[in-house]
């Protein structure tokens, strides 16, 4: 298929600034919208830039939104310290209000969702963060797009890729010089930012094997490409 034309949420964050950063490297990719409450940084011949206070209301969006292959979906919080409605407006309201927008742009389009490992389908258990994500992959895979669910477990930053959160920061800080070692005693629940982000060009590029991918499925289709 033709170079991609694809869209990235969340590019200031960890996780979207290395999907940002595979999409920028890789030919497969022909240009990169970046959209999200701040400039990311980031300069490049491949990257377009719109920075928007509201993240609900895509009545005015068209224009910018239309045209595209694919949605990197990595925006997100975490929980910790959060009620639900506040957890949920992030994460179900806002997730859920974009695809909607992208859909009717866009029919048909790959919409990669980034959610977490121990994320509950069910949308009915005990664990607030999990069942808000499972209702959201929920409404999101009966939506009329190509939707992908990314379930990565621990997550290792590489090629600058660094979190906002500083708590995330410290604990990183900590497992740095550690991952190696998980990666080889726990491949099935760890993997990279670089790997999220091969796996959605990928994916956007049919290559993906199901619509729910769990952390070695995420890691199996990174490596496939």
Aim: charge should be positive; proline fraction near 5%; hydrophobic fraction near 45%.
């Amino acid at each position: 298929m033709d170079a991609l034309s694809v869209v990235v949420f969340g590019a200031t964050g960890m996780v979207g600034s290395g999907v940002l950063a595979e999409c920028l490297g890789d030919p497969r990719v022909r240009s990169v919208l970046v959209v999200g409450r701040t400039p990311c940084g980031v300069s490049h011949p491949k990257l377009r830039e719109v920075v928007r206070s509201d993240l609900l209301d895509w009545s005015d969006a068209a224009a910018d939104l239309g045209g595209l292959d694919a949605c990197f979906f990595c925006l997100g919080v975490s929980s910790f310290g959060m009620s639900e409605a506040d957890y949920r407006r992030v994460t179900y309201d806002i997730t859920v209000a974009t695809a909607t927008a992208l859909a009717a742009l866009n029919p048909g389009m790959t919409f990669c969702y980034v959610s977490g490992e121990g994320t509950d389908s069910s949308a009915s258990g005990r664990v607030m963060w999990a069942r808000v994500k499972g209702e959201t992959e929920n409404r999101l895979l009966a939506m009329p797009l190509n939707a992908a669910m990314f379930r990565p477990g621990l997550i290792r930053p590489v090629g600058g890729a660094r979190s906002k959160t500083r708590v995330y920061r410290a604990v990183y800080a900590v497992l740095g010089p550690l991952f190696p070692l998980l990666q080889r005693l726990l491949p099935r629940h760890v993997t990279t930012t670089a790997a999220l982000g091969r796996a959605m060009i990928l994916a956007a590029m049919g290559r993906c094997p199901k619509r729910v991918l769990e952390n070695p499925d995420i890691n199996a289709l990174a490596a496939a490409g």
